[in-house]
Each structure stands twice: as C-alpha cells, then as structure tokens.
C-alpha cells in the first residue's frame, strides 16, 4: 500500500440546518489523481475549503500529509495549492505580476519552480503583459492553475477547475493534469461532469454530503450489474414520459439522440412490445455497454 | 518583512492601476476646498428684506435709510399693510419683514420710546439668529442716534464693551472653515478607501487565494494599510499647500506638529475602515456602514457647530469620535499657534484609539470561518 496522502474521518459540515457533508471518511494515496464527482450542492467545495483550512469542520477531522488541518493548518498551507471554483486571482494584475506576486508570498521565485508549471507556463506566455480580467476563460484556468502550483505543493486543491470552459480547454487541462501527476503530486479534483471521471485514477462519488461509492472509473463501471439498452423511437419526447410511467423501468434518462434505459425484466422483448403498445413508430432498440456516466446514473438512482 | 514588502508592491500597482485614482486624489481636495470654503460661509449677505412702514415720518424713513446702507441687507419692497409683507415671507421672497407701526415718531419724541416688529423666517435656525443680530446692531445705532439728537450730546453708555476676536481677528469664516476642512478631507480618502478594500478582494474572491497562502493576518493588513496612510498623508500636504497659497490661511504653529498628529490620526481612520471591511460582505454594506460613521463623526466633530454648544451627553459620544479630536488640534495650532504640550491629550487619545481599532481589526479579520 502506498504512503496515504489525505485521511479524511467523519467529517461533518452543516449550515444552520443545511448538511453540507455528512460523515464522510476517506483516504487518499500520495500521487493519486482523485476526483470528487457530483451535482451542484453536492457539498464538494465544502470539503474542499475544509482540507485547504478555510473552514473548521463541525465534527471529525482531516489530515493532509499527516498534518491535522485544524491544528497544523499553517504548515498545510505551505504545502498545498488551491484553486478555488471561482476564479479568485487579481482581474486588474497582469498574468506575470500575478505570478510573481504569488510565488513571492510563498518565499519563491517564478525561475525557482519555473519547471513545474513550464508546459502550461509556456500557453499563456505570450500574454505575460495581459491583465487577468482580459483573459478568456481556458486561459485564466491555465494561469490559476499555475498560480496554484508555483509555491511547488504536495497537494493540489482544484474546485470545478472545468466548469464553464470550452471542451477542448477541458481535455487540454485534464492533459495538464495527468503530466503534474507524473511529478508525484497528488491532486483532488471535483468536477460536476461525469465525463471527466475516467480521467481520475480513483472517485468518489457524492451527492447530498455523503460519498455513495468510491473506486476505480474501471471497477465503478464493472458494478454495473444490469442490462443497458439505448432505445430510440420517432417521438423522443412522449417515449421519455412513457418510459417513465412504465412499471418495468428501473432508470431512464436521455442521453445524446437515445434514452438509456434499464429494466426490471431480463428480457428486452417486452420493450418494443410495451413502445408498440404505446403506437411508438421507428423503435430501434440495442444492448450497450454502460460507460462510467451509465454507472453514476445507477449509483445515484438508488 | 519582505512579504509586507512584496503586498506592498501589489497593493501599489493596483492602486496606480485603478483609473479613477488619479483625480480623486488631485481633484477632490481642491474641489472640496474651493467649494466648501467659499460656499458654506456662516455670513450673510443679500438679506431680503420687506420694510412696511406705517408711520411715514421722517424718523421712520431714517430708520429705513439705515437698512438701505448696509451691505448685508437688500430691499426688496416696502408695503402699507403687513399682509402684503407676510405673503412675501411665506413665498420666500423675503428672509425678515420689518414692521414700523404709525405713530412711531410720535411715541419717540413724547414718550422716548417706541417698538419696531421683527418676523424673521426661522427654517434656517441659524440664519435667523444672525439676522436678527445684524438687525439688532442696526437698530442700536440708529438708538444712539436718536439718543444724540435729542440730548445734544454724544451719550456714553455707562458699561462700554471693546470686543476683539482673538486668533481670528477679523472674523473671517474661511481662516475657521479651511482647517476643518482638510481634516474632512484626509478622513474621506482614508476611511472610505480602506473600508472598500478588503471587502473588494472578499467580493471579487481573491481573498480566498490570500487565506490559503501562509501570509499572516497582520502582514495582510499592513500591507492595505500603509499605501493609503501615505496616500492620506500627501493629501493632507496638497491641501495645505492650496490652503496656503488660496486662502492665505495663518499657520501660526508648527506645521510638523500637525503632521505628527495626523499620522495616528490616519491610522485610526484606516483602521475604523479595516474594520468596516473586515465585518462587512459586500462593498455595498462597507459603503453604508462608513457613510453612517462618517456622517454622525463629522456632524458631531465640532466643524460646523461648535462642541461646547452640544448637550453633555453629545459631548461625551465625541470621546469617540476621532474627527473631534483631529479639528481641535488643527485649529489650534494652524491658528492659535499651540505647541506641541498643549495637544498632548488629543494626540494621546488619538494614539490609544489607534492601537485600540487596529488591534479589533486584525483580531476581526478571519482567515478561516
């Protein structure tokens, strides 16, 4: 077993009335590319701002390399770089005074760790004059991210760092991601996307302020236990509400031109034959193999 | 150090950075000097007044010929009847009716004695007091006049009065005003520019990135609070300087003196506005809340009302009040020429009230909740 990294115990958060997490317990190994998978309120950046040390927890407690994040919390955050869901560097500082900015407070130097960051450095390069404010969105991702790791953390703190970018700065940053893994930093990530989590060496997957499963994208997707079909009629819309009203469907949800489906019934027969019964024209049924988004649906479903 | 150093420098280039910077600092104090100085005078010119004279006799016109050739007061109409005269108060067309009843000379000369009526429009409380002090001197002349005619002899009072204003001796509203003013001004800049300042960076998000880094809180603060004690400190120069060279304003004492002051008075108010931000959410509320204590500091500060005139318990809120105490050194020693032992108490206060909020601020400042 590798050297743990985060340990996380009954963590516990409300406000007011509200849970945010609820016990959770987990452990993170050093090096390991993690992800946090789960709809908004989730309470994803909750845990997160307890782990960067910017809220006490109500109960339970978490540690990043072996220092307690209410006791040790100014040693974590020498070690750690956060970057929060919002994107929180100075809008009217250019990109290079940004950095410079951030790697002085932590007693560095941008040529210090220039390696670390070089091969997202490099992208934003060109505009080292620009202010933050006047960046597109991929390119203050990049530039966060680089203010984030410029202190050279062992842990790297990324709330939604993909949330509102454009897909191909979304595969580029998780690209970017996989390569600062290879320098042996461990990464915790929480994105609402489900897509991302194959990206992930492990996730974690929470709704509601509990984690429903943690393990591999691989054996997240083997739980799947059940036959999927994608099924396609002339009329998407009344084969949703049909679908729904049916007895036989265990879950069912769109998912790009086809509903995902699965049934209480092993045979698929009885599909076509209740869509028929229903006058649905053009049905086209298959059995898929279910993909790690198939597997979260399931999970949450239950 | 080199981390104060290093927010410093950030703190800087942002400032320079924001364009609206620039003209608040160069144009505000000379608007605000020009402006309040010439405008929100206490003297009054241009009286209006509406004269009924009832009496017509060559008294009562003597009476009147007095109002004509003063400076402070315009005619603007005579009438026979009061009526008339009171609907002009009412429409604001004249500030005082002056009511000189029939059978005035009448009553002067057999009786030595007369009344004259005075119905002044006392909305504004204060220029109705001083119209009627100008209208009473007026008629105390024209008295010693009448006092001379009929006894051939100039009379002499038996207690004479021999007034002179000390440190201002000429009266002269502006050499009051313009000391009160600058500290009005350093107060503005400072108070509002570092009430709005942390709580930009909780608006904006930034302050999420500071708290995660290992900077302390007060490195954090001094960082914010040093670029506008300096930037307080040149205004108050500027304006100074613009008070010296417009106003010609005295400068009895020892200039250094008021700096000295004025650096922990700065600090006070930097820190009243740290605090301000460090409570506050929203620049809105850091807004609201500074405008609050501005306003009530300065009402109470003794700039435009004099504090002696206050009821005691008002007079006791001004222990707080940090404005207070920087006018009445301003004022003494730009003007009286007090040295540096007869402000001692003030600077003391202010030193304690220094250390007192800029200690609640770095305590109040959380980086984690």
């Known amino acids: ?302 | 150090m080199r981390t104060i150093f290093y927010i410093l420098q950030k703190e800087f280039t942002q400032i320079f950075r924001n364009k609206s910077m620039l003209p608040i600092m160069f144009v505000m104090p000379i608007v605000q000097l020009l402006v309040l100085s010439f405008a929100a005078t206490f003297e009054m010119k241009n009286i209006k007044i509406h004269i009924v004279d009832m009496d017509k006799t060559p008294q009562s016109r003597a009476m009147i010929s007095k109002f004509k050739g003063s400076k402070f007061y315009s005619i603007i109409n005579y009438a026979d009847a009061y009526k008339i005269a009171e609907n002009d108060l009412k429409t604001n067309k004249a500030d005082v009716i002056l009511q000189i009843p029939q059978y005035f000379e009448r009553d002067l000369m057999k009786e030595d004695k007369a009344s004259v009526q005075l119905t002044i429009n006392a909305i504004n409380g204060s220029a109705a007091g001083l119209i009627n002090a100008y209208t009473f001197s007026i008629i105390k002349d024209f008295n010693s006049n009448i006092l001379m005619d009929n006894y051939g002899q100039k009379i002499e009072m038996p207690i004479q009065i021999n007034s002179s204003f000390w440190y201002n001796p000429q009266l002269d509203y502006k050499t009051y005003m313009v000391p009160g003013i600058l500290v009005l001004l350093v107060t503005i800049i400072g108070l509002f520019l570092s009430a709005m300042n942390v709580v930009r960076e909780k608006e904006i998000g930034t302050i999420e990135q500071i708290n995660v880094t290992p900077i302390h809180k007060y490195q954090f603060i001094a960082g914010k609070l040093i670029p506008f004690w300096f930037i307080a400190m040149f205004e108050l120069a500027f304006g100074l300087l613009i008070a010296k060279l417009i106003f010609t304003l005295p400068v009895l004492g020892n200039v250094g003196i008021v700096f000295t002051v004025a650096a922990v008075y700065i600090l006070a108010v930097l820190g009243i506005g740290l605090l301000i931000s460090t409570i506050t959410n929203t620049q809105q509320q850091a807004m609201f809340i500074a405008w609050f204590f501005m306003v009530v500091f300065l009402l109470m500060s003794g700039l435009f009302t004099p504090i002696e005139s206050m009821p005691n318990w008002a007079q006791q809120i001004n222990i707080i009040n940090p404005i207070a105490y920087f006018i009445k050194v301003i004022r003494m020693v730009l003007l009286k020429g007090s040295g540096f032992s007869d402000i001692l108490p003030e600077f003391f206060s202010l030193v304690v009230y220094a250390f007192a909020v800029l200690t609640l601020a770095v305590r109040l400042y959380k980086k984690r909740n």
């Open chain 1, 1 to 302: 077993m590798s050297e743990i990294a985060i340990s996380v115990n009954n963590l516990s958060k409300k406000y007011g009335d509200i849970t945010a997490i609820n016990n959770l317990s987990f452990e993170i190994n050093k090096g390991e590319l993690f992800g946090f998978i789960g709809p908004d309120g989730a309470g994803k950046t909750t845990l997160f701002r307890i782990l960067c040390t910017l809220l006490l927890p109500d109960t339970g407690s978490a540690s990043l390399c072996s220092f307690d994040a209410v006791k040790d919390y100014k040693k974590i955050r020498n070690i750690i770089g956060y970057m929060p869901g919002k994107f929180s560097l100075y809008q009217d500082l250019s990109v290079e005074e940004n950095l410079s900015f951030f790697a002085t407070i932590f007693g560095t130097t941008l040529e210090e760790n220039y390696d670390l960051i070089r091969d997202i450095y490099i992208q934003i390069e060109p505009f080292k004059t620009r202010q933050a404010g006047k960046l597109s969105g991929g390119m203050k991702q990049k530039l966060a991210l680089c203010c984030a790791m410029i202190h050279k953390p062992e842990v790297l703190v990324l709330d939604e760092p993909t949330t509102g970018v454009d897909a191909v700065s979304r595969k580029e940053f998780w690209e970017m991601l996989r390569k600062l893994k290879e320098s042996g930093i461990t990464i915790i990530v929480s994105t609402p996307y489900m897509d991302e989590a194959s990206l992930c060496d492990r996730v974690a997957l929470i709704q509601g302020g509990n984690i429903m499963s943690t393990d591999t994208p691989e054996n997240i997707i083997s739980q799947f236990d059940t036959a999927l079909y994608a099924v396609k009629t002339h009329s998407m819309y009344q084969m949703m509400l049909d679908l729904k009203d049916w007895n036989q469907t265990e879950t069912a949800y769109l998912f790009g031109q086809y509903m995902h489906l699965t049934i209480k019934d092993k045979d698929n027969n009885t599909i076509e034959a209740y869509l028929k019964s229903k006058s649905h024209k053009d049905i086209e049924i298959k059995q898929i193999t279910p993909n790690i988004e198939d597997a979260f649906m399931r999970l949450m479903s239950k």
